[in-house]
């Protein structure tokens, strides 16, 4: 039992040095929560747009309660849906559909350009005989992946983020 927690002691001792910290320390009073919360994304064009704006300003309302905008989150989707497999009968039996997000995180204070990035995630459909189901999962498959984009987008400008906090400490 000593032996087990000598070990236990020890690892603790080792990963206290190895520097890493929480992202969200200070829970939603912290940097990245409040910088977070900070961004304002304007109206992006298109049903794709529509549900991205939604599922970011989901993500970053829920990093804390944001006052006046910092930041302004500029993003251009690019949303393509193509048709992969052809059947013997020179029908389309899946589909692929791609969406591709360029942004830019723009400090409303001084306009400059914190962060210039892209990021994207595609998903593959089946085609069926019956056209409804098919249109369904194409609209199913782009709120799956504006959600997805979203999260991802997030997670990155949260890094971008806790770079900036450290370096200004």
């Known amino acids: 039992m000593t032996r087990m ?20 320390a200070s829970g939603g009073s912290g940097a990245v929560a409040q910088g977070l919360a900070a961004i304002y994304v304007p109206p992006i064009e298109g049903r794709a747009g529509w549900l991205m704006r939604n599922a970011l300003n989901d993500r970053l309302g829920a990093a804390g309660t944001g006052g006046a905008a910092r930041y302004r989150l500029d993003v251009r989707l690019d949303d393509k849906l193509e048709g992969l497999g052809l059947l013997s009968d020179d029908t389309i039996g899946r589909e692929r559909r791609t969406l591709r997000t360029r942004y830019q995180l723009v400090d409303l204070a001084s306009g400059a350009i914190v962060m210039d990035a892209t990021a994207g995630a595609d998903a593959g459909i089946d085609v069926v005989s019956s056209e409804y189901a098919t249109i369904a999962a194409e609209n199913k498959a782009l709120e799956n992946l504006a959600e997805e984009v979203a999260s991802r987008m997030v997670t990155q400008i949260a890094l971008q983020l806790r770079k900036g906090a450290a370096a200004g400490k």
Do not use: D, I, K
């Not at 927690?5 to 969200?24: E, I, K, R």
């Open 5 to 24: 927690a000598l070990l236990v002691l020890g690892a603790a001792l080792a990963l206290s040095g190895c520097g890493l910290t929480p992202m969200y």
